[in-house]
């Protein structure tokens, strides 16, 4: 059962990015993460962000990303929403690292990252809206 | 407003870069900058001072390997001295420790440079 929500609307520019990680620090403590587990939650809702822009919006800077944050019990729930081009990860299949260093890739380790940092990384396009939601558990198994 | 600043040094010929603040999708363009800098003019033994760099993501790391295969290419390398805990596990996660020399400290990063480097799988 959900305890409660915030929700942080921002326009589409990486300018907004810190304050963004600002305020999942906040909701974070909130949840009872750790340290440990907060700083990862705030790397994952940043990357997803900055997708969401650079990705979404193609850079333009008059879209907005919502970022909603619902706490349970046991949880952290952080969805990422915008307006822009969605995305698929079905069309985007993650390269594996090792390929990835090996051709000194430049992109794409923003949704590594992701997965690396939260338990659960779910994709949902519905019509012109994309989400990105990222579950952080308390006392979770990852980074 | 950027949270973020590069600022340069050099210790004899080597080039070393202290970072400050917060590299992320907004200021990864002010680090690119300063490397291409480096490379224009002809520094390519370069040092990145993590000691004071409080958070990178992805676009960050990004940068680095831009840079590394035109500095390497050149003779040199980029060494990465530092780094916080916090800033050491992305590069952790992403198995950037295969790939880069990353030294506990400046000093040890500046000596390195007189040995071998590190695995470059």
């Not at chain 1, 706490?71 to 993650?94: C, E, Y």
């Not at chain 1, 990835?100 to 380790?109: A, C, L, V």
């Not at chain 1, 690396?116 to 989400?131: C, P, Y």
Request: glycine share 8%; aromatic share 6%.
């Amino acid at each position: 059962m959900a305890r409660c929500s915030h929700k942080l609307s921002i326009p589409s520019r990486t300018s907004q990015l810190a304050r963004v990680r600002r305020c999942v620090a906040v909701w974070a403590e909130e949840a009872g993460l750790s340290q440990k587990d907060a700083d990862a939650l705030q790397m994952a809702v940043d990357e997803a962000c900055a997708n969401a822009i650079e990705h979404g919006y193609a850079g333009k800077p008059d879209g907005t990303v919502d970022v909603l944050a619902t706490l349970k019990s046991n949880a952290i729930i952080v969805t990422v929403r915008h307006h822009g081009a969605p995305f698929n990860p079905d069309l985007h299949q993650r390269a594996a690292l090792t390929d990835m260093r090996k051709n000194r890739r430049k992109h794409g380790y923003g949704l590594h990252l992701m997965h690396k940092l939260v338990d659960e990384v779910r994709f949902k396009a519905s019509g012109r809206t994309s989400e990105v939601r990222l579950t952080k558990c308390r006392n979770g198994t990852k980074t | 407003m950027s949270n973020f600043s590069v600022s340069f040094r050099h210790r004899d010929d080597i080039c070393v870069l202290d970072l400050t603040g917060e590299l992320d999708a907004h200021t990864a363009a002010e680090f690119e900058a300063a490397l291409q800098k480096c490379v224009t003019e002809g520094d390519c033994k370069l040092v990145v001072q993590g000691k004071d760099l409080q958070y990178i993501s992805s676009a960050g790391l990004g940068v680095f390997m831009a840079f590394i295969e035109p500095v390497r290419d050149g003779g040199g390398d980029i060494k990465v001295a530092g780094l916080q805990p916090r800033v050491f596990t992305v590069f952790d996660l992403l198995g950037f420790p295969l790939l880069f020399d990353i030294l506990d400290t400046e000093d040890e990063a500046v000596a390195r440079f007189n040995g071998s480097p590190a695995d470059q799988s």
